[in-house]
């Protein structure tokens, strides 16, 4: 498919404003490349759908009668098409055949419409039918933007779609060019030590450099082509898979670095693009659908969780080895302060288990956040795939499936009205190539209903944790502006912070990164 891709687009013009030259083949090779984007998510994506709906009746039902309805439809489709073949001996059957199948089309229409409605970013992040570029820019704003990327062997492709143009480029940057240069940087922002490594207040070194010879190489293959595109969009979506999704679009360097890559003043000085841009990840292109049709939230409460007490869990299990962290607490007191929200909301320690967070009434809440240690997918010995995981504190005994660890198929089926949740744990951002570019743990929150996540890019350190994710909070309440843009606001601020030298590494400033809605308010400011 990727090949195919890559032939199809070779003889189209490099810009397409307004569709001015073959609009139909670059919509076209638009939508082939969003199915492209990810081999095999489909089949990963249909299992998490059947898996979710088991553990909801009311989801289960429809999703099972439209599969089913469906099913039916094609079949029915597929005998039609074998009596049309057979000619006058097999009319009568055929017009018989034809009204069964357009009862069972309007069938599996109406199921689908009452799926649509009942569970609409379900329907959307388990069916990610492509778009066309006039339906991307009906759902952009005027200050939007959405980029596609797709790597391949034969080159690089590149959509930037505004609301009055769409452009493509292709880079002679191959899929294993853009890997080993993604490689590259990622092996330097992820030097950052993990959560709980820092604790102690006061200035600290940076912890190394920063390649921004490499990453102003691959600015200028992938992005430099849409700058005049990009000149007037303050937030870009970005769908992109496989290796770019581990180094935020933020840390590419627009000019010609100077100075030492050590030097915390020279990192400073550094044209990042993400002075330019805030960004907000989407799992697929037609996620913006999901997230654009989605009713303003009229939640204004907050509900937090953290400072597991892992000491709790048995002898020989991976959490009973994680540290404390003494930073959750003062994290999620901090936002609860930023929201002006009781302490009440806010549950630590003993309190934060997965009873709790699943009792919980979480409907009301505009902001849910957990601060605490995740455990990624891994495969067993036995061969049994674990999913990803928030640690929480396990029970003092046995209760039930409470096992003090809450998977995604657990927060999949958390019921949410959340415009932003916050996963201030280690890697909750961590590429799962079999989750179309974001992993599971993430999807399963913008299942259960969160307009928009913040997740960690790497292991994230304690302290840039809390003061990320609160003064975020706090900008996005105080300006009343969408989460990415707040996120892009105080990263620009820890850039400058001269207090800390570290903080002038994009392996801090940029720990976060928003998936979703990034124009969401907070509250439905």
């Known amino acids: 498919m990727r090949a195919w891709i890559a032939a199809a687009v070779i003889g189209l013009s490099c810009v397409c404003p307004a569709y001015a030259q073959s609009p139909s083949s670059v919509d076209e090779a638009f939508k082939d490349a969003q199915l492209a984007s990810a081999p095999g998510a489909g089949v990963a994506l249909a299992d998490g759908a059947a898996r979710i709906a088991a553990a909801d009746p009311a989801l289960k039902s429809l999703f099972d009668a439209h599969r089913d309805a469906e099913a039916r439809r094609r079949a029915l489709d597929t005998v039609l098409a074998s009596l049309r073949a057979q000619g006058a001996p097999a009319a009568d059957r055929a017009r018989g055949v034809a009204v069964d199948l357009d009862q069972a089309t309007l069938a599996a229409g109406e199921l689908r419409r009452r799926l649509d409605q009942a569970f609409p970013a ?3 992040l388990t069916d990610p039918a492509p778009l066309a570029i006039a339906q991307v820019q009906a759902l952009l704003r005027p200050e939007e933007a959405l980029v596609l990327i797709l790597p391949t062997e034969r080159g690089t492709y590149v959509w930037a779609v505004t609301q009055g143009t769409a452009v493509w480029r292709r880079s002679d940057l191959t899929a294993s060019s853009v890997e080993a240069s993604a490689s590259r940087l990622q092996a330097a922002l992820r030097t950052a030590g993990g959560r709980g490594a820092v604790d102690a207040a006061g200035p600290r070194r940076t912890a190394g450099g920063f390649d921004r010879a490499s990453a102003y190489a691959l600015y200028r293959a992938l992005w430099e082509p849409l700058e005049a595109t990009l000149s007037n969009s303050r937030l870009v979506y970005l769908v992109v ?4 999704r581990s180094v935020p679009p933020g840390v590419l360097v627009t000019a010609a670095p100077s100075g030492d890559d050590r030097d915390p003043a020279a990192l400073r000085g550094t044209a990042w693009l993400e002075r330019r841009h805030a960004f907000a990840f989407l799992p697929a292109v037609v996620s913006l659908k999901a997230a654009r049709r989605a009713d303003a939230s009229n939640s204004r409460g907050f509900a937090g969780f953290g400072d ?5 869990y048995p002898e020989g299990s991976q959490p009973k080895s994680l540290a404390q962290l003494p930073g959750t607490r003062s994290e999620l007191d901090g936002l609860a302060h930023a929201l002006r929200s009781p302490r009440r909301a806010v549950r630590l320690g003993a309190d934060a288990t997965e009873a709790a967070v699943r009792s919980a009434d979480l409907s009301g809440a505009s902001v849910v956040a957990f ?9 067993e010995t036995s061969g049994v795939v674990r999913e990803p995981a928030l640690v929480l504190t396990p029970p003092l005994r046995p209760e039930g499936d409470d096992d003090g660890l809450l998977t995604a198929s657990d927060a999949a089926r958390l019921r949410l009205n959340a415009d932003l949740v916050i996963l201030s744990a280690c890697d909750t951002g961590l590429d799962d190539p079999n989750a179309q570019g974001v992993n599971s743990l993430s999807r399963a929150f913008l ?6 996540l913040m997740v960690s890019n790497w292991r994230i350190r304690d302290d840039v944790a809390e003061r990320l994710s609160v003064r975020a909070v706090t900008l996005a309440r105080r300006n009343r502006q969408g989460v990415a843009y707040a996120l892009h606001s105080a990263a620009l601020e820890m850039m400058e912070d001269r207090s800390d030298p570290s903080f002038a590494h994009p392996s801090q400033w940029s720990s976060f990164s928003v998936i979703g809605d990034g124009a969401v308010r907070i509250g439905g400011g």
């Open 447 to 452: 299942y259960a209903g969160a307009r928009a």
């Open 371 to 379: 601060a605490t240690h995740a455990l990624p997918a891994r495969e």
């Open 122 to 124: 379900f329907a959307d």
């Open 241 to 244: 898979d496989g290796p770019l």
């Open 308 to 312: 597991a007490d892992t000491r709790t």
